[in-house]
């Protein structure tokens, strides 16, 4: 017998908290489509953020319906038992058990969907889904609505109007539970240990993908699921280059290296991006770069309490790249007139912040009826300045072409200020420096 990774309880409150945003409404989440049809190859499976938060059910193929306030309120569809397919995929709950293990009123075999789903729809005035995200279950869906059509027939009522599920299901997710917390900052343990793995194994003559090999051994060996994104190992110039993926490069002496990575633990990711040099020793056009983004990053963390609307983290965030660049010399002028004009995106050009969470680019709006958020308690986000001086720039001196660096912490707002949750992986010069290369 299994049990469900998440405490049903817990998944009890979270669907109540999201009935309550909901009245009258029935909220459909399908699993996360099983991409197996794809060379006959199959892949590891994850099941959608949502629906595992808020059912905790890990099964591809499976539907989870909520309708607040209606008998039976929580229905979910699964996978029939099937001992020929367990022997294949592995162990399925099946309807009965799935019921019972995940605290559903009622569960039913998912090949009932299209008959039992009209008659759950016939009371609701209206659906919550997510739209053009799983288009095979769109289709599927709208079988359903139009045969919910047909039964209701000219009674005035026809289909039920759809609403967008993301703000609603974000908006909940935002806000980080006690339970969710110890996982969060165990994602962020195992991945900071992880950088630091990788700043020992760092020095000339390793190549980019030995590095990243050894990241995903170091976060697996500590129990992370899998990377939380497609890492990024990018050394000298490729740093310059924000979606780089390639990690096939040599690390050479001289250069920097920018790592951005992070574990997914029991479905929540950590994310963060160091960057150092090859061989130990900041030059001094690299140490001057690498400490004015420090200097940012760290003054972005101090900006951090409740109150504050999150359009400031970006706002401060370019003020100080500006005043940074100016200071550098690569930029000149008024502060006022660069910012205006975006002279800065040269070198700073993407956000500082996003959510974070069980998705790295976490659910949740950054506007809240038509205003900037503002933060709150228990919501989650990356800080990650960053300064990137083209490889061709002449306009700068040639030492700083080809510069890159980012650094990326993860921060929880508390009731006072911020607590990072990545100290673990260094980012002062002097610790950067002792610990490079000194791994087997
Ligand atoms: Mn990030």
Known sequence: MRNSLVDPKVLKKRRQKLGEATPGSAIVIPAHPEFIRNNDVHHAYRQDSNMFYFSGFEEPESVMVFRPGLDPEYILFVREKNVERETWDGFRFGPDMAASVFGAD???????????????LEPVEKIYYRLNWNHEFDSRLFR??????????RSGRGYPPIFDTTEILGDIRLFKTPEEIPLIKKACEISSEAHVAMMKAVRPGVNEREIYGKFLSEIMKRGADREAY???VASGANATVLHYRFNDQELKKGELILIDAGAEYQYYAGDITRTFPVNAKFSKAQKEVYEAVLNIQKKMIELVKPGIPQKNMQEECIKLVVQTLLDLGFLSGKASENIENKSYQKYYMHGVSHWLGMDVHDAGVYQYKGESRKLEPNMLFTIEPGIYIPLNDTKVPSDYRGIGVRIEDDVLVTNMGAEVLTTGAPKE???????IGKGN
């Open 429 to 435: 010069v002097s610790d950067l420096e002792a610990l």
């Open 106 to 120: 009622r569960a039913y075999p998912v090949n009932d969907f299209d008959r039992v789903m009209v008659d759950l």
């Open 230 to 232: 497609g890492a990024i």
């Open 144 to 153: 359903v609505l139009d045969s919910l059509k047909q039964k209701r027939g």
